[in-house]
């Protein structure tokens, strides 16, 4: 009797593989959807375990979470995603075990293990379950790079949702006072390092191989890998890790390269970061990498260059000059600025004027850094485009000539060791020479440094054997002003002289007289008279 009404009693169900995933039962149809459902459970989870580090998917009670995504046959494991696994984490055959029948399947399946996401601010838990990740990681490198067939629609949505739940977490960046970035030199500062790169790692050589496998067809691919995938990759750059940073930088150029659809949401989103970093921030750690991947890009650009790319050098790289921490990315940034002066040489003065418009003042080690850009862009330039800055040009040159600063004197006399900048300035010695000959002609006699004098004197020679009338007359004018000068000062100190020769008269003058307060009333008495 009892075991009738026993077998009567419904026993309680398992819960569909559809529902493993988070709840989520369309994720087979939109992986972007499943990324960013994935995203919004790792905050929570980074919520509710601040201690968790820089891994934001850490369990609030355990080293070892699934995060929002189930392995496909886990006995013991629970459905809501938060809690600990027990044995379950085990690992699977190696691909050399199964029939080529299976052997889709058993990728799956190592896709789905590999989406458990450890905690690894205490290395010292869980170290069984981490080299099991680590050598399935190891095996799914090696499948997608020997792959012979073409891979599926849903091999493709499992691939990007396993990335997605690894690399995708919440960066804690450490923080910087703007003193810190005035004075930043990458080589002093030491870069923060993710503990769980082991991982990551791999994670990242996976995809890199899987983008630039031959048997990812692109069209199907660009369904996943869409624009929230792109913002998200992107939003990574900002990591501290510069090892990361690598990996990031060449995933996004194969991306760019594989998805042609994509390329013009790639420029766009990469200019909204640099918007955001010159007018808002100006804290960010992948500028650099973002300037070289843009550099590959602008040397593919084809002739005549569009609009939208001009917009971009005038309205993002030329403003880039701005920030304070400009050396985190100067080499990269003038690679570009270089780039698009020799696809285009007309585009030589709308640089220079850029560069002329954000010249620093009194920021002498950034100030010898726009001498060498300015000495790149001046190599491309052409003798038109070079017509029309000239003037403005070497205004800012001859303050350079004078700087008392030595390295940024130095700098700007070795602008004429350049051929080419050389040939540019004698063809063009009757503007040039009258506006930089004071500054040459002070440096020979007043400036403190030896180098800077004797490079001077060669310059000043330069002139002089090309066009000694030319080098006469600017001289016989330099005597002249200087004349002018003297007889000008001559002049204010006799007009401050007398006017102080007037103060002092009328201050003892003031003396010999006694205080205005002393002097003696005037009494008046009036007279009123009684009415008769």
Known sequence: MIKQILNRIPRKTHKSTENRDGGNSNSSSNASTSSRSNNNNDVANSRSNPTSGHNPQSASNTTLTQ??????????????????????????????????????????????LCCVVFD????????????????????????????????SETVMQEIVKMVSINIFRR????????????????????????????H???????????VASPETD???????????????????????????????????????????????FIRKAINNIFFRFIFETEKHNGIAELLEILG?????????????????????????????????????LSYCITQFVEKDCKLADTVIRGLLKYWPITNSSKEVMFLSELEEVLEATQSPEFQRCMVPLFRQISHCLSSSHFQVAERALFLWNNDHIENLIKQNRKVILPIIFPALERNTKTHWNQAVRSLTLNVRKIFSDSDPQLFEECLSKYQQDESQKEQTNSKREAIWKRLEEVAANRSSTAASQPPMGLLPHKVTTTTTTAPG
């Open 296 to 332: 590959s890009i602008i040397n593919g650009f084809a002739l005549p260059l569009k609009e939208e790319h001009k917009l971009f050098l005038v309205r993002a790289l030329i403003p880039l000059h701005k920030p304070k921490c400009i050396p985190m990315y100067h080499q990269q």
């Open 218 to 264: 692109a069209k199907l691919a660009k369904r996943y890998i869409d624009h929230a995938f792109i913002l998200r990759w992107l939003d990574l750059f900002d990591s501290e890790d510069p090892r990361e940073r690598e990996y990031l930088k060449f995933v996004l150029h194969r991306m760019y390269g594989k998805f042609m659809v994509h390329r013009p």
């Open 171 to 198: 960066l804690t960046p450490q923080p910087r006072d703007n003193k810190m970035l005035e004075t930043f030199d990458g080589e002093e500062e030491e870069p923060s390092m993710d503990p769980s790169w082991p």
């Open 120 to 151: 690894f601010t205490d290395p010292t838990k869980t170290l069984k379950e981490k080299e099991i990740k680590r050598q399935t990681l190891v095996e799914l490198v090696d499948y997608v790079s020997s792959a012979n067939g073409k891979f």
């Open 67 to 112: 995060g929002t995504n189930k392995l496909d046959n886990p006995p013991n494991s629970k459905p809501n995603g938060n809690q600990p696994l027990s044995t379950t984490y085990e690992a699977l055959p190696t691909f050399k075990d199964v029939p080529n029948s299976e052997k889709q399947n058993l990728f799956i399946k190592k896709l789905n």
């Open 200 to 210: 990551l790692q791999l994670v990242y050589e996976f995809l890199l191989r899987f």
